[in-house]
């Protein structure tokens, strides 16, 4: 289950004992936000991977195997991967197609994925609806797409895999409540949307929550209003600071799936933060997800997982 | 832009002269809601396709023809259609699909549908992915569910289109709005979610506003609160009385997409009706559509206009 950290709040313990002295009890007894350790997490879901994997093996099938296809020049892309392959930014369409379908029809390559962005000379709806949906791992051809918004089983996007795995491991209940995810991309904030509101007697279980989209055409004011309403927020914007404490309500659970760098005021050295002003809203959530630390490391996690899947799925074919 | 009926509000008058007199002037000019004319919107819609068939017939092309595939035994579900195929509940599933593939590449039929519910022994999902996507007309293949999803130019299904164009037509703005939507099918609330919370400069222009979606899963005092801040609601829930005055925000627009059936306890009879308290709520929303003739005929419309686009689709093929 991860391990989490849980810190008194001592600044809210300071406030009401000067100004709600009759709430002193119940007040001194609550805490911050539990910190969800996504890097912990994910060592755990390693841990299940790894003894999934063994599993396969000593049942005669091969090693899982992860094919990256990576266009470009700037190695800082790289990935996980136990096999990466590279081509320029100069590569044509059709040389990446013949690439992709030689890979599909490798049978020692069980999960491929191709990294994005790629150059603007190709189609990137081309190249995701190229790849076989059973090895697809990103979950992002447009058959996977299409089963994951109708609830069928299909291979999920990590991301959206991941907070859907972080809110089901830390005990976070959805059915019947309200969630405000911010952001709408179609690789993370659309199917968090799908997962979170959708039926949990489906083929694909759902959250069975009230889901509300917000995007960047949400005026701050509304969104502010539907934020205080939530009992879950996810924040995928990539806006440092967009959700801040007076926007959350007490006790509600914040997963924060943002990664902005900035240039830190103090050390002059790029950091990373989520979209969260984590300091302020761990006071007043229940939960929180850091970054780094949080969802990161278990996005990684479940595109392992996902790769155990299509290892799987191939013992079917 | 269709024929819109606007009369006055009479209660509200009376009430606010005898209590808030000091409102008078701006309340007296005060309408209630404008209620749309599906039908009449609809009739426009349908010149507007038969232009666009006699344009395609001029240019020396065949008339768009609709097959419609229709299994059971109750003549009541017949829909519009120049061609219906009628096979008896105890079809096989490869009979049916035989003879989809039939029709699929039958260049007399342009679209092609088949009419939803199947009986238990048929696969669904099997049948709807077994349609060509480009003579999909209900816009239920994957592929097309996929596409819609990811704001790619497709087949939507009627029921959401005509909520769109309702929405479009009678001029109701979206952009940075709430929208509540109540009901998550996935032929009705799912993708109207889908339109109106995306990108209005995508392939396939979106809404551009902020989109909740409620189902049975949400409570009911914290469905009034979120369609409390409602600019926009869309019903698709299938409950009467779903919507009362008291849950809608002064000047919103309410779609009405629910169709029960309802014993008449004046008359005995069986009657259509909305979700929506209509009597209540027009006195209260800016527009409204009524239930019959509201989002009903604009979906048969929808359907006609999905035709003709599936007949244009076959020109590219």
Known sequence: MGSFECTMNKSRYYNLHNSAKKNYISFLSRHAAVVISGAAMARQLHREIQRDVEELVAQGNMRPHLGVVFVGDDPSHSRISSDTVLRPSSVSQQELLDLID????????????????????????????????????????????????????????????????????????????NVLVAGRSKNVGMPIAMLLHTDRNHERPGGDATVT??????????????????????????????????????SAAVIDVGINRIVDPKTGKLRLIGDVDFEGVKEKASFITPVPGGVGPMTVAMLMKNTVTAARNALMH
């Open 102 to 177: 030689k890979m599909n029809r490798d049978w020692r390559v069980s999960g491929l994925l191709v990294q994005l962005p790629l150059p603007e000379h190709i189609n990137e709806r081309a190249v995701c609806n190229a790849i076989a949906p059973e090895k697809d791992v990103d979950g992002f051809h447009i058959v996977n797409i299409g089963k994951l918004c109708l609830d069928q089983r299909s291979m999920v996007p990590a991301t959206p895999a991941a907070v859907w795995e972080i809110i089901k491991r830390a005990g976070i209940e959805t059915v019947g409540k």
């Open 213 to 250: 989209i917000a995007h960047r055409c949400t005026p701050r004011e509304r969104l502010k209003e539907l934020t205080s309403l939530a009992d879950i927020i996810v924040t995928a914007a990539g806006v440092p600071g967009l959700i801040t404490a007076d926007m959350v309500k007490e």
